[in-house]
């Protein structure tokens, strides 16, 4: 048997194991879907020091806090709200009728819809495979995830752990390189979630559109923030540093470039390497600043800081103890870069951050109006009318105000992108209905009104339609 057909037949083999066993119980109860959830708790818990060491050699290094508050905490809190919820979201839902329909009854209920194919990227690579499935499972599918072949010690652990915790019918994982990621996304899932790039992200949709498979994309982007001219820069600095260091920048949601009032440029520049230096101080910083994933991403992210100083921008760069393995960079500000140049046409995905000086608020809006809407936008205001005016002004996946990351953690909040920075969104409730199918139940109770509007037709129909189509 080739490579190509061993590959096909390891997927449709999967799915096939995977569909009959939906087929036999397309409607799990609330106690089997809670156990599933479980049983995700269970694995986090038991393996969270195997999953923290095996990022971490992934990553060069990744500090055991970060993937601790990143990767294992959130997926915890997202468990609860879940596990807690989860009577009331399966519960058919009851919806309106009108004048017309009162002898109807309309009920909405959601079903699972069937095997559901998760791809994963590097970047987080437990929180992005296991956050979709909390609401995959919950919603009672089944699901096969396709870990990312950049972080292969975490990829193999997470299919041994998955293998330990869930029978291969409920959840599998199929490990492997771009060529099973190509076949993977061809396969006829009942939905495909798909997160990484965007440039991937449309080959996964066109892959999936052969089958009408229903994607949801959570793809990346340059995600902007504005420091609007009454806030204050030294807190605005604190939160950017926070969002941005994180995983050293390769944050799909991390600020990508920030627009600062031009007056207050050099102030701002300043309180952002004061607080670079007040995270990461040279006692401890090579214990807690994570790495670039690998030499590829590192040489891209080194190019682009070599473009700009060729082309004569300033470049202010921390100073901070590197971790000693792998291939970190140090946190470096671009000041005021070129429109055309790499770091501001491309997501930087790494510890760079451009800062880009406005006259006023609406030349910053307008900024990020001229680009694609982007996953994340942040805005630092206090004030009410200038939070208006941007909100209203801009489009974007998710928003935090006077804060950065805060939204992807609100269990209550749908986490999405829109137009290229992807399609759908999930977590929570929404994550619940978007890996279900909504399916509208019209039932007759006594009467059944359509009788009236039985042929033959007469003086009934005729006043019944003037009736029906009043305006
Ligand atoms: P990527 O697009 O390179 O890879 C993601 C997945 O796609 C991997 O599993 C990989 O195996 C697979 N893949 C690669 N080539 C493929 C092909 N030709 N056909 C089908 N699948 C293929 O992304 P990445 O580098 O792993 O992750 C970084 C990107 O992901 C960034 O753009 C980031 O913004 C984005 N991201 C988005 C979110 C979000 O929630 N929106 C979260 C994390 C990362």
Not at 148 to 161: D, H, K, M, Y
Not at 243 to 248: E, P, Y
Not at 341 to 362: A, H, K, Q, S, V
Not at 400 to 418: I, R, S
Request: with cysteine; glycine share 8%; charged share 20%.
């Amino acid at each position: 048997m080739s490579e190509d057909s061993h590959i096909e037949f390891l997927l449709s083999d999967a799915l096939a194991r995977q569909r009959a066993a939906f087929e036999a119980d397309p409607h799990p109860s609330l106690a089997t879907r809670r156990d599933r959830l479980d049983r995700i708790g269970r694995l986090l818990k038991d393996r969270g020091p195997e999953i923290c060491a095996a990022v971490s050699r992934d990553f060069g290094h990744r500090s055991v806090h970060e993937t601790t508050m990143l990767e294992i905490v959130p997926l915890m809190g997202a468990l609860r709200h879940t596990r807690s919820h989860l009577r009331r979201w399966m519960k058919p839902e009851r919806r309106g009728r009108s004048i017309e329909f009162l002898q109807l009854k309309n009920t909405v209920q959601y079903q699972p819809l069937g095997v559901i194919g998760v791809m994963v990227p590097w970047n987080y690579p437990i929180f992005l495979a296991l956050g979709p499935l909390i609401d995959i499972l919950a919603a009672g599918n089944r699901a096969i995830i396709k870990p990312s072949e950049l972080v292969p010690q975490t990829s193999a652990l997470l299919s041994t752990l998955i293998g330990a915790y869930f029978a291969p019918e409920e959840v599998t994982v199929i490990e492997g390189g771009v060529d099973v990621a190509a076949a993977f996304s061809a396969q006829p899932f009942d939905h495909l979630v798909f997160t990484g790039s965007t440039a991937v992200g449309r080959k996964v949709m066109a892959a999936a559109a052969a089958n009408l498979t229903p994607v949801t994309l959570e793809l990346g982007g340059k995600s902007p923030t504005i420091v609007a001219p009454d806030y204050s820069h030294f807190s605005a600095a604190r939160d950017i540093v926070f969002g941005k260091l994180m995983n050293a920048g390769q944050t799909c949601i991390a600020p990508d470039y920030v627009l600062v009032e031009k007056g207050r440029l050099e102030q701002f520049v300043s309180a952002l390497q004061a607080e670079i230096v007040r995270c990461y101080p040279s006692q401890s910083s090579a214990m807690h600043y994570t790495g670039i994933v690998g030499e590829r991403a590192h040489r891209r992210l080194v190019d682009g800081l070599q473009e700009c100083r060729d082309r004569g921008v300033r470049l202010v760069t921390a100073d901070i103890t590197l971790p000693q393995a792998g291939f970190a960079i140090a946190p470096t500000l671009v000041i005021d870069p070129p429109a055309d140049c790499r770091l501001m046409e491309e997501e930087i995905f790494g510890p760079i951050l451009p800062i880009i000086p406005y006259d006023t608020l609406d030349d910053a809006i307008a900024f990020i109006r001229a680009r694609p809407r982007p996953l994340t936008l942040y805005l630092f205001t206090g004030r009410n009318e200038t939070r208006r005016k941007v909100l209203e002004s801009t489009i974007s996946g998710n928003v935090t105000v006077n804060g950065t990351l805060l939204h992807v953690a609100q269990n209550d909040l749908p986490f999405g992108g829109v137009g290229p920075s992807g399609i759908g969104a999930y977590h929570g409730f929404d994550g619940f209905k978007r890996f279900s199918h909504a399916r509208g139940i019209a039932t007759v109770r006594i009467f059944n009104p359509a009788r009236l509007a039985m042929p033959p037709y007469g003086r009934l129909t005729e006043l019944l339609a003037k009736f029906m189509g009043r305006i």
